[in-house]
């Protein structure tokens, strides 16, 4: 099934793309794998022979999804940006191929197969020193094997010699890797942007002294710094009824946990700088800036606001610069402000008014993600919409009662919503789009049946306060999964077919209202990929044979739904699990105790596991009518969840009280 690149690291591969260009005219948009895109950046393979150290480090950097999806991811970018900056460091990227792509590939021509390529040069993957693959969900890790086995490399991490590349995860998914610890030779937690160099220096240095140790060594000097997770370097022990006894490291020098990485000082890293343009259509037609990174709210579902810790803001003057050579370097017309909950900037009116001002009477629209309830006013809303289109407003309350929201530690009240909503409407917004979840802890059907309740009384009150009847909500629904290191990783998920039933309830009552149902649209995704996806997330290391039997019987792109297939993954977990004494349901359905070695454990996000476990029974108490609050430390006293004397990180807000000047005009 591999596609062998016979590729030496120290020859000069050839480009494939002699080889692939007759074929392109026989795939969907093949404009997705020509590059050349605005900004990317293609560099000599031996840049660095002219250094002091005469060594080139080379990087093959993937989102493993498609090219639509793939190119405007903000973590690629910037390490793509980040590591070419380098003199000695050739960075180049790489995305899942659609299978017909896939096809040409295996098929090949005259020469054999041709090798999964960089879109930047064509070079093979299987010739550069690092395959670093940044995972958003975990639903890509199929593509990440067929990546791997079209590369020529071999899929266990075990099989691999010298001169394969060495496989890195990182991303949010890598905060629990143990699931694909058999095809990836190291995973990293946390910012990328320094440990990239890190890593490089190591491998720089390890090249320069003549490779000693082989690959074995150099992956051991990456894991005695403790901040590059080597699954090979751990043993995991498992007790009887299923659980892990323990994780240990099985050789001297390697750290028992691994710690997350965080990038102080977000305004010296003012990364993407040049950003890339897409060639073919992407999901995202924008510039973005992350005008912070991290969220302390403290919503117990929410894995990328608990690992992402402290809060780091970037100053309005970063802000605006960063805008301003973004729309120049790129020439993209909207301008989205990034962050975890973008609208708890410090100073994010100024920000608005500022750049509303600066874009005032050009082609520049500036857009907001979804915001909370209550930190959404009005003025900013109207900056936001000065120079561009009125988009409908998005809003997240996650639980449809309050019951649910106080579990989840989301207090945001239903006078809150509605207020909201109605200085929305009376303002001239017709569309209001409503996020929430099903299957949280201790819900029932009631809790699901109260978001069409809330619905009802948005649209009322909209046509009230606006006069009008044109008035539309949109209510979209996600099925919630347990993640790792939040209070909810012990939490039992609900099975998908309850997931389907209480919607299909919710639906119905939806439907069946005269007044209120067509003003109300209803989106939400069955419970099937989210049962995998907890599989995925919550895994061990045992999980892995079942992503290796899904991938063999043709799984890829599951995070698509006309690609995934619920009835493979579930077929492939009783071929994979068979003899294990464990199971789907045990891996989703089942809550955990206390004591229970979580798969994880040894992956320091530095949130205490007490703290964690502590907020757990805070949210069961909170379901039988306990508001205990956990307020936002940004503006409250520490609550001890660990992170910053752990880390040796501290929060970093404004305001600064500056202000930004208006543009020059050219």
Partial sequence: MSASANVHPSVVPQSVFPRLEPRLPSVSKPIQYVGGELNS???????????????????????????????????????????????????????AVWPDMERVLREGDAHGPIPQFTVDSHRPVRAFDLFGVSFSTELGYTNMLNAVDLAGIPLHAVDRGDDDPIVLAGGHAAFNPEPIADFVDAAVLGDGEEVVLAISEVVREWKAEGRPGGRDEVLRRLAVSGGVYVPRFYDVAYAEDGTIEAVVPNRPGIPFRVRKHTLMDLDAWPYP??????????????????????????????????ITRPVRERSIRTIGAMVENGIRKSGFEEVGLLSLSSADHTEIGEVATDLA??????????????????????TLANEFSRNGRRSGLTFAPEGGSERMRRVINKMVTEEDLIRTVAAAYSHGWRQVKLYFMCGLPTETDEDVLAIADLAKRVIAKGREVSGRNDIRCTVSIGGFVPKPHTPFQWAA?????????????LRDVVREDKRFG??????????????????????????????????????????WSEHFSYERWVGSAEKALAGTGVDLDWYTTRE????????????????????????WEDALAAADG???????????????????????????IGPTGQRLLPLSVV
């Fill in 592 to 615: 955990r105790e206390y004591d229970e070695v979580l798969p994880w454990d040894h992956l320091d996000s530095g949130l205490d596991k007490d703290w964690l476990w502590a907020d």
């Fill in 626 to 652: 306990s508001d205990v609050e956990v307020e936002d430390c940004r503006w409250t006293p520490c609550y001890d969840c660990g992170v910053c004397p752990t880390m040796g990180t501290d929060i970093q």
């Fill in 41 to 95: 950046t293609v560099k000599d393979w031996d840049c660095g022979a002219a250094t002091s150290e005469g060594e080139t480090v080379r990087w093959a950097l993937m989102y493993p999804d498609a090219y639509e999806v793939g190119l405007p991811n903000q973590g690629v970018q910037i390490l793509y940006e980040v590591l070419n900056e380098r003199d000695w460091i050739v960075a180049e990227r790489t995305y």
């Fill in 493 to 505: 998920q609900l099975d998908p077919e309850t997931t389907d039933e209480r919607l299909k309830k």
């Fill in 273 to 306: 700088a040049k950003p890339l343009v897409p060639l073919a259509e992407t999901v995202h037609e924008r510039f973005s800036v992350e005008i912070f990174r991290g969220c302390t709210r403290g919503c117990r579902f929410c894995q990328a606001g608990m």
């Fill in 357 to 378: 001002d600066r874009y005032e009477g050009t082609n520049v629209s500036l857009s907001l993600p979804s915001t909370r309830v209550d930190a959404f006013n009005i």
């Fill in 518 to 559: 067509r003003a109300i649209g209803f989106r939400y995704h069955d419970g099937k990929p989210g049962a995998i996806e907890g599989l995925l997330s919550r895994g061990d290391r045992r999980v892995g044979a079942v992503i290796e039997q899904v991938w063999r019987d043709g799984g890829r792109f599951d995070g």
